[in-house]
């Protein structure tokens, strides 16, 4: 079955310490996205990529860095210099053409104690 | 930059038709998403506007007018499975790949 997957579901981790996420595609989506959703809240856009080996920062990247050097993966590094990181966080991919919807996956509530 | 807003709440009673707005300012538009998302689980796609008009799926309808930056979410024969929260999506930037979410609509539909 096609679709996108991150692990782990939830993640606990002492504050100052690096965390990182994954994020693995088989839809052969060029295009991938990190999303962060705090509580009641919308999608804000963390990081982007359009293609391997490329990705641009979204509005709130300060605090996290991304690689992106196979098309099925785009992990999330969630950094000590992250000042409020406890969320949920959220990965898409999509063609990047046409009406380009984002596929989601299932999210990972990450918590910072 | 982008910027987008949404009514934060709307309750409607089932079998009625709600119509949810949204405004929204981007540079370079592309087009104008819907997504949904139920409490603890993931958005999933809608509906897309990338020219003016009512886009129709199903149950759903979007529309888009361009001139005025302005889109909106139209659910008829609303279901209690309806009751969710709903976020408009702009893509913008250069090659429209940067999309922005609104801060999202949250239905209650009532029996």
């Known amino acids: 079955d096609g679709g996108i997957t991150q692990s782990p579901k939830y993640l606990f981790r002492k504050e100052g310490q690096n965390v990182t996420l994954s994020c693995e595609q088989n839809l052969n989506h060029d295009a991938m996205y990190w999303y962060r959703q705090d509580p009641g809240q919308g999608l804000r856009l963390i990081y982007y990529s359009q293609i391997v080996n490329d990705f641009q920062k979204g509005d709130i990247a300060e605090g996290y860095s991304v690689s992106r050097e196979k098309k099925e993966s785009f992990p999330l590094t969630v950094t000590s210099a992250q000042k409020n990181p406890t969320a949920f966080y959220l990965c898409?991919?999509?063609?990047?053409?046409?009406?380009?919807?984002?596929?989601f996956g299932p999210g990972t509530r990450l918590t910072v104690l | 930059g982008q910027s987008l807003e949404q009514p934060s709440e709307v309750t409607a009673v089932e079998g009625a038709i709600v119509q949810i707005n949204c405004t929204y300012q981007?540079?370079?538009?592309?087009?104008l998403s819907w997504y949904q998302q139920h409490d603890g689980g993931a958005p999933t796609f809608l509906s897309y506007n990338a020219l003016d008009g009512l886009e129709e799926t199903g149950r759903f309808s979007s529309f888009l007018s361009r001139s005025d930056s302005y889109g909106y979410l139209l659910l008829q024969e609303l279901q209690m499975k309806d009751s969710a929260s709903y976020f408009c999506?702009?893509?913008?930037?250069?090659?429209?790949?940067?999309?922005?979410f609104g801060a999202g609509t949250r239905l209650f539909v009532k029996a």
């Open positions: 999506a702009v893509r913008g930037g250069t090659g429209g790949f940067k999309t922005i």
């Open positions: 981007t540079s370079g538009f592309y087009g």
């Open positions: 898409a991919s999509s063609i990047g053409s046409g009406r380009n919807e984002q596929f």
